[in-house]
């Protein structure tokens, strides 16, 4: 696929196209391309705008090793150039809410707003919260399928690992939340035909 072709492929062309791919080619990502996915995931809505997400990239062929052994040797986690590791922290998320308010609000609005956000989550047992941090980073998951399919790569999410060890071998914070890892890169196999449940079976109006 050329370039311009695949700077274009809509939305729908890469919800159409995409599958999950388990086998890559060798050869790094360039950084600027990684970074214009990426770049394009951060937009994501959140709950509150807290923004939970975090990517950790890993491209390293030791680190990647250990992540396979974390996750089940999944082969894709091995062939990829890299593995996307999305993982949320509502800690630090709460901790940099300066950052994540609306510079726009009025100075007072923007302080009673933060109350508030700070408010509701220290009610929260921590494990709920971190829960909620991570059916936030699924929202991320989702626009990182189709970005990378649109910008022309392949990927895999995973949910089937050890949470404590990719945790230990990455050194996340204890409170993360690892909703997926994503292995990324140019597909060496064909993956399976997509196969959805039909509009009709999903859809009512009201
Ligand atoms: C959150 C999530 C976790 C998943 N975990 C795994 C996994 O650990 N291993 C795997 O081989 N596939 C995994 N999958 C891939 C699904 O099996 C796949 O998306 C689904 O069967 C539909 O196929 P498709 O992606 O090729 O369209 C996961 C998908 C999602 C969205």
Known sequence: MTETAVDFLSVR?????????????????????LEEILDVVRRAPSAFNVQPWRFLVVE???????LAAAAFNQRQVHSAPA??????????????????????????????????????FSAQPADEREAWG?????????????????????TSP????????????????????VPALVAIGHAAEEGFPQHRL???????VA
């Open 158 to 177: 995973m949910s089937g690992f050890d949470l404590a060890k990719v945790k230990e071998v990455l050194g996340l914070p204890a409170n993360a939340r």
């Open 13 to 33: 062309e890469a919800a159409e196209q995409r599958r999950s791919i388990r086998a890559y080619e060798p050869g790094p990502i360039p950084r600027e391309e």
């Open 198 to 204: 039909p509009l009709a079976s999903l859809m009512k």
């Open 83 to 120: 593995v996307i590791v999305l993982y949320t922290d509502m800690e630090d998320a709460l901790a940099n809410l300066d950052a994540v308010v609306h510079p726009g609000m009025p100075p007072e609005q923007r302080e009673s707003t933060k109350a508030t956000i700070r408010r509701m």
């Open 134 to 154: 991570a059916g936030q980073g699924y929202i991320a998951l989702g626009y990182l399928l189709l970005a990378a399919e649109a910008r022309g790569y392949q």
């Open 60 to 66: 390293s062929p030791e680190l990647k090793a250990q």
